[in-house]
């Protein structure tokens, strides 16, 4: 058997407007909600499934997702035009940049939650494949 991510929760102060919030944002689908979730999958079959928790024992996290160049374009289009603070690095100390590490694209941001949103157009350590 080979080991894949299947889901994971991602704690949130409202669990339905931060996953309507990505899955705007990715151009993805707010799937229908399942006790306490509201999840939202992914292309290759991960389901973030958001629940909402005490503001005072939220744990803010780090999520990263890999697009297409063309994705890239329509995500970054929607957070420009929503206004939504962006950053070049994970430490907000370039504020409106994108980054361009690994010959592609990235650019982190917030959600509604504090955590903190990242989407790269090229996985970390890309190298373009060489002819020969």
Excluded: C
Aim: aromatic share 10%; no cysteine.
């Amino acid at each position: 058997m080979s080991v894949q991510l299947n889901h994971t929760i991602i704690q949130s102060r409202n669990n339905r407007e931060a996953a309507e919030f990505l899955a705007d944002v990715l151009g993805l689908e707010v799937g229908t909600e399942w006790g306490p979730f509201v999840p939202v999958e992914t292309a290759n079959g991960v389901t973030l499934d958001f629940a909402t928790v005490p503001a005072d024992s939220l744990t803010i996290q780090h999520y990263a997702f890999l697009v297409s160049e063309e994705e890239f374009d329509v995500s970054f289009g929607k957070i420009r035009a929503g206004g939504i603070p962006y950053f070049a690095d994970p430490h907000m100390k370039r504020p409106g940049e994108i980054n361009h590490n690994d010959g592609g694209r990235g650019v982190y941001f917030l959600d509604p939650s504090g955590h903190g949103m990242e989407i790269i157009t090229r996985p970390y350590g890309y190298q373009e494949p060489t002819a020969g």
